[in-house]
């Protein structure tokens, strides 16, 4: 498998962008495609951004950023590529005719990932002509600052590609997580639609905005799943009985109707209008973009925080760092 | 209504325990009642962790910690409180019982707290003599760390407790999210439910273990919940066109089968011992009383680092140490 140099991003959005930034600051050189006609602006800034970020995270840095290099079509942005990153809107036949387009062109020994947030890559795969040589690699967005990136192989996909995604994923900084039964969502979304029906839910009953929504997480739970999830936590609700007492205690609780669990908010555009407009007073005047920074600098502060402490995202922080200052001392 | 000097802890377990440590912290006297043997030893521990996190947390500190009287009945704790902290367990014939006894004792004008997860006060307050007074604070555990305190009055509460409990957990360093519409499980345990129901299923299933359930939310979506909720990180998922533009692009993806909606899973025996055995397992050789410490240790760095930024938890947190300084200056 190769050392990547060149990567492909097809699809220049929040996670194409989030991907770009990324490599550019591991040195690796990109060919870009997105046929937005403001792609380029966009992409520059957030890899402006980007860049700010990762100078305010850590003083140890890659030696020589990447380079980007436009390129009109996918076909084109694929070809001389080492890894290539599509992150397309969320629709199987988008997708299934960007891989096609793609394999006209990729080198033989190049390695497709797709980027969708839950789409299950046996269906991905199954109109190309090299299937084995595709995963889904799904990363968070901020994708240049959150570490997390689940790799999901599908019945197609040759394994030796989840190994290589391990160590290239976590060679970049990343913490990658192989989700090791293929299903619908894969891990994090599954966890993280959950929660956001149920605040679909609430609004939508007029039981709270969106800002008493967001205060219920990011004053309690909140704080305690930036480093221990769900399972950890509620390990710690029992006592000294950990789960088992915690499951004791409140294991009835889940037979109760404390969630709407039976279906989805109808999406009508009065709806939208209503949600849109809750974050966008919640946002007090910040644009996205500003919040963007806002989040970014909090999530630096973060990871720093648990750097400190040598633990979760901290240690995948800390492990990279050290990486690099190998790379530096070796080279 | 009264300013607090003395409060009754009904029941010191994990919640009760954190309450009087935040009180204790505070300033504020307690008379403790918990009937289980080792309940002194328990509180005191707690008691002697929440000390060692607060002198981390900060260097401005209430001149004087409270004092804890034990006592041997509810009636004898509530006698003399001007506020009575219920943490019993989430039974409603427990709770109503206590109440009956409460009653007995307390004071005409102390004021009944409930910490329950989520049964709705007016289910609470049915059999009371003066249910006007009480009214719902839940609190998160560790309480003496986390700001988060919801507040749900029933249908005979009196609103004027609600706008005491905003001030008076203010002043004790908490956030007060106001729960204006009463609904089982509150807002925040609604939408820990929901996450918590899609975890067990993914483990029942064999989907995932315990620790790439947590993985999955700890190194992505958990460090973004620690500072904003799920609405305003989505607000963000659509770049500059915010929640409207994440809406037509994710929006859809809320009907496919990415969670398991419609029940939960039948907790037997086997299944928790198999949820216990991996809680365990994933601790390393931690108990849950070292657990916490790392816990403490990781939100006190968080709350730093996000009182460096001045946002969310961390602003609470610097609004607690303005109020103590300005009591100090005044005294």
Known sequence: MPEVKTAAIIGGGVIGGGWSARLLE???DLRVYDPAPDAQAKLDAVCANAEQAFAALSQIRCAERGSVSWQQTAAAAASGADLIIESVPERLDIKRAVYTEIETAAAADAIITSSTSGIMPTELQAEMKHPERLMVAHPFNPVYLLPLVELVAGEKTDVKYIEWGKRFFAGIGMHPLHCRVEIEG???????????R?????LHDKVATAEEIDTAIAYGPGLR?????TMQTFHLAGGEGGMRAMLAMFGPCLKWPWTKLMDVPELSDEFVDEVGEQCEQQAGGLSPRDLERVRDSNLI???QALRGN?????????????????ATSDG
Chains 1, 2 share one sequence.
């Not at 149920?198 to 609430?202: D, G, I, N, Q, S």
């Not at 799943?225 to 999830?229: D, E, S, T, V």
């Not at 040598?310 to 190998?326: C, D, I, R, S, V």
């Open 301 to 303: 502060a973060i990871l």
């Open 26 to 28: 591991n040195g690796i």
């Open 198 to 202: 149920e605040a679909l839910w609430l």
């Open 225 to 229: 799943w930036a480093q221990m999830g």
């Open 310 to 326: 040598n633990w979760g995202a901290g240690k995948t922080l800390a492990n990279y760092e050290q990486q690099l200052m190998q």
């Open 186 to 196: 894969f891990l994090s979304d599954r966890l993280q639609e959950a929660l956001w």
